[in-house]
C-alpha cells in the first residue's frame, strides 16, 4: 500500500469513531449500529447507523476501502480500455428529528488508478469531498456559523479554496429538474490530484483538515436548535423537503451512482435516505412564510462569510 492509502485509512478510522462518540453523546438515548461487510471483488467497510434516537431520527457514518477491477461504466468514464483502482472514504448523513435542526452530509475519499492487477503502477490519484447543510427552517446565523468553520479548514491551505468550492457546492447540490439548490451549500471538491502548485500530500492535508472541521462547523447548530419547539405542520414540511433530498441522492449524487455501479454494499449506500418522506402534488408554500423564505434562498444561493 502506498503511503497515503495507509495514512489515509487510518485518518477514516479515526474520524468515524470520533463523529460517532459526538452524535451518541449530543442524542443521548440510541447509540450506533455496527455492520462489517465485505464487496465481492475486493474490500468492504463498516457501516454505523443511529435511529430513532432523542434528536437524531437517522443517520449514519460509513466509511469503506474498497479495490479491484473498474466495472465497465467507469472504464467508459475515465476512458480506459482496462485499469484497477483503490477508493478509501467516509461518508456521513444525519437526520434530525426536530425539523428546527438541519440534516447535514458530509463525505472525504481518496481514489487510486492503476495499470496493473497487481496495483503497483499507480497511473492517477486525487482527493475528493466537502460538507453542507440542508436546513428546514433557516437562521442566517447558522449558515453564516457553518460557513465560516469550513472557510477557516480551507484558508491555511490557500485563500482561493474556500470561494472555489464553495461555488462549485452550490453548482454541484443543486437539483436542475427543480431548479433549486438542496440545501445553503457548504464545500464541494473532487478530482484533486498533484500539480504545479501543490502535491498528493498538500491535497491528502487539506482534506483531512476539512473533514476534522465537521463537527465543529455541525454540532454548535445541533445544540442551539434540537430544544426549539415544532409543531406537525413543521414535521409536514419536513418530509416534504427530505423528498427534495431523495431526489437529489438518486438522479444526481456521483456517490450514489458509483456505489451502485460497483456492486456497492445497498444498505450502506442507501442509509443517507430519510425515513419518514412525502411528495405531495404541487406543493406550495404559505406566502410570506418562513418555508417559503427558504425557498427564494434555495433559488438564489448566498455568499454567507
Known amino acids: ?153 480551507c484558508d491555511p491551505h490557500g485563500s482561493e479554496l474556500y470561494p472555489l468550492f464553495k461555488k462549485q457546492c452550490d453548482e454541484y447540490f443543486y437539483n436542475t429538474h427543480r431548479g433549486e439548490s438542496r440545501g445553503i451549500g457548504g464545500l464541494f471538491f473532487d478530482y484533486l490530484r498533484k500539480d504545479n502548485g501543490r502535491s498528493l500530500a498538500d491535497w491528502n492535508d487539506f482534506t483531512e483538515n476539512t473533514g476534522r472541521s465537521f463537527l465543529d462547523a455541525y454540532l454548535p447548530i445541533v445544540k442551539k436548535r434540537m430544544h426549539e419547539p415544532w409543531n406537525p405542520s413543521q414535521s409536514y414540511w419536513q418530509e416534504i423537503r427530505r423528498g427534495r433530498y431523495v431526489e437529489f441522492n438518486l438522479i444526481h449524487d456521483r456517490g450514489t451512482l458509483f456505489g451502485l455501479k460497483t456492486n456497492g454494499r445497498i444498505e450502506s449506500i442507501f442509509m443517507s435516505l430519510p425515513p419518514r418522506v412525502r411528495w405531495d402534488y404541487d406543493f406550495l408554500p404559505a406566502p410570506n412564510s418562513r418555508e417559503e423564505k427558504l425557498i427564494e434562498v434555495l433559488k438564489n444561493p448566498r455568499e454567507w462569510v
Open 1 to 153: 500500500m502506498s503511503n497515503i492509502r495507509t495514512s489515509f485509512t487510518e485518518y477514516i478510522r479515526g474520524l468515524q469513531n470520533e463523529i460517532c462518540i459526538a452524535l451518541e453523546e449530543i442524542d443521548g438515548k440510541s447509540k450506533f449500529r455496527e455492520d462489517q461487510w465485505e464487496r465481492d471483488g475486493g474490500g468492504g467497510g463498516t457501516t454505523r447507523v443511529i435511529e430513532k434516537g432523542n434528536v437524531f431520527e437517522k443517520g449514519g457514518v460509513n466509511i469503506s476501502t474498497v479495490h479491484g477491477e473498474l466495472p465497465q461504466p467507469i472504464k467508459k468514464h475515465f476512458q480506459v480500455s482496462e485499469g484497477w483502482f483503490w477508493a478509501g472514504g467516509i461518508s456521513l448523513v444525519i437526520h434530525p428529528e426536530n425539523p428546527m435542526v438541519p440534516t447535514v452530509h458530509a463525505n472525504f475519499r481518496y481514489f487510486e488508478l492503476y495499470d496493473d492487477a497487481g496495483m503497483s503502477r499507480r497511473s492517477d490519484a486525487w482527493f475528493g469531498g466537502g460538507a453542507d447543510l440542508t436546513p428546514y427552517y433557516l437562521w442566517n446565523e447558522d449558515a453564516v456559523h457553518f460557513h465560516t468553520v469550513l472557510k477557516q479548514a
